[in-house]
């Protein structure tokens, strides 16, 4: 597809928000890896987005969601499909507490959170609050809808964990889920890829605010010692297989410090690649191929990609 005035007049009508036109998706991500999308749309409310993805369906287009994009390989030959950004969806509220009189134990605390605020906000607010559940979530870039898509988690905390209903947008229409309708797994939120997450409903409970930074300092403290957190990476590469981890195996086998081109296996965190410069997809695809053969002839362990690969291949 190429930028079309008469397409984007068509698929703007009725559409409030950002459009942008060939844009570098590398921009967009924390890889800075990634090819030219032709449009990148920012809805500035629901309706607009419903509009824009009907649109999108009746001239036979695809798309694609994008958070913060540091959970994704974009490809170097960029997307045919249209890019939409929820950046502009950032509320974050407090909804009331529960309270004695409702019958529970007066500690929980509800928090809604829109799909594109960025998760150290989420986590900031329920440090500054008090509110405990997703401390282990200190430190990990995002968004929350990102978050909640790929049920992110650390040190035994998962979002999904906390999310009692999501807003989304799915089949033409808001639908409200409820937690019990959904099933998430280890890093999947359990949605339909057609599904757009709008925002999140979120049950935590009330701590004592000192303990509570106290823990967080600690997670992130770890978490510096741990991984390159400063360098261009997407967070681990594959899933942990069950009851094993994929970065011992890839320490285990030597292939801490393995490069292809600019891209290389961090020598701190095996199960992360970063970017050293002009890092290219193919060669991130082709470090992850030559990872998943190896450990596969080494341990008889076939390692899935926890990153989502978008775009032409
Ligand atoms: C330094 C570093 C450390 C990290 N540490 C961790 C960690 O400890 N634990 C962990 O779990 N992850 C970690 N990650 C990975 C990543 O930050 C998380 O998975 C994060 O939650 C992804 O959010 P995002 O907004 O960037 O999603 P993106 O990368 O933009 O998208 C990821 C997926 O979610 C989908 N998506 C995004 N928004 C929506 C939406 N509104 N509705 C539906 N689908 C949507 C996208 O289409 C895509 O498939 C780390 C990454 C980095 C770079």
Redesign the pocket.
């Known amino acids: 597809m190429v930028p079309d005035q008469n397409l984007k007049e068509r698929l703007s009508e009725g559409f409030s928000g950002d459009i942008l036109t060939d844009v570098m998706l590398r921009d967009h991500t ?1 890889l800075r890896i990634g090819g030219k999308a032709d449009y990148l749309f920012i809805p500035s409310d629901p309706v607009s987005l419903l509009r824009l993805i009907d649109a999108l369906s009746g001239e036979g287009i695809g798309y ?9 390989l974009v490809t170097d030959d960029g997307l045919e499909d249209v890019v939409i950004n ?1 950046k502009a969806f950032q509320s974050l509220e407090r909804v009331g507490d529960r309270g004695a009189d409702s019958g529970d134990s007066g500690d929980d605390v509800r928090v809604f959170a829109q ?1 594109g605020l960025p ?1 150290q906000r989420l986590v900031s607010f329920c440090r500054e609050g008090g509110l405990s559940g997703i401390e282990g979530l200190v430190g ?4 929350v ?3 909640v ?2 049920n ?3 040190y035994g905390y998962e979002i999904m964990d906390v999310v009692q209903k999501v807003t989304a947008l799915r089949g033409g229409s808001i639908v409200v889920l409820d937690r019990e309708d959904i099933n998430p797994t280890y ?1 999947s939120g359990g ?1 339909s890829p057609d ?3 709008l925002g999140v409903h979120m049950l935590l409970k009330r701590d004592d605010k000192g303990t509570l930074q106290d823990r967080m300092n600690e997670f992130l403290q770890m978490k510096k010692k741990t ?1 390159p ?1 400063g360098e261009r ?4 590469i594959f899933k942990n297989p069950p009851a094993e981890s994929a970065a011992r195996l890839i320490d285990e086998a030597g292939y801490k410090g393995m490069r292809i081109g600019d891209i290389e296996i961090s020598t701190l965190h095996a199960n992360f690649f970063i970017n050293k410069g002009q890092g290219s997809a193919g060669d991130f695809l082709a470090l992850m191929d030559a990872v998943i053969e190896g450990i596969g002839r080494m341990f008889g362990i076939i390692l899935e990609p926890e990153i ?1 690969v978008i775009g032409k291949r």
């Open positions: 924390s694609v969601l994008i958070g913060g994009g540091t959970n994704i929820m799909a998760l990990i870039p995002g968004t809808g990102g978050a898509f790929g992110a988690g650390s890093r949605f599904t757009v997450i991984q957190l990476s997407a967070g681990c989502g």
